[in-house]
Nanobody, 125 residues
């Protein structure tokens, strides 16, 4: 049974940094992609970053250059380091995962069928 558990959210000032963590368990191999989504009330959930099983990453334009996604397969962890935070980064952040057929399969796809419970991030000025 796959389980994703996020941690690391909280309150931070504009310009500050946070690191979110996603603990993944239950996968039978490391062939899975992980994405971070975020959602604010009244808006659709949006993907901000993802990483495939080979470690290739993707970032949305809104976070490119400020966020870094990484994975540690030995620890079954995926991290999202968020720097130079802006008030518009305030949201609930969700970790999501999907199994892939190969290590190199892109993470930029639909079909994320495993989700964590979310962790809130508030960036205050």
């Amino acid at each position: 049974q796959v389980q994703l558990v996020e941690s690391g959210g909280g309150l931070v000032q504009v310009g500050g940094s946070l690191r979110l963590a996603c603990a993944a368990s239950g996968f039978s191999s490391n062939k899975y992609a992980v994405a971070w989504f975020r959602q604010v009330p009244g808006e659709e959930r949006a993907r901000v970053s993802c990483i495939n099983a080979a470690g290739t990453s993707y970032y949305s334009d809104s976070v490119q250059g400020r966020f870094i996604i990484s994975r540690d397969d030995a620890k079954k962890m995926v991290y999202l380091s968020m720097n130079s935070l802006k008030s518009e980064d305030t949201a609930v952040y969700y970790c999501a995962a999907r199994t892939t057929l190969s290590f190199r399969q892109t993470c930029v796809s639909h079909g994320y069928n495993y989700w964590g419970q979310g962790t809130p991030v508030t960036v205050s000025s």
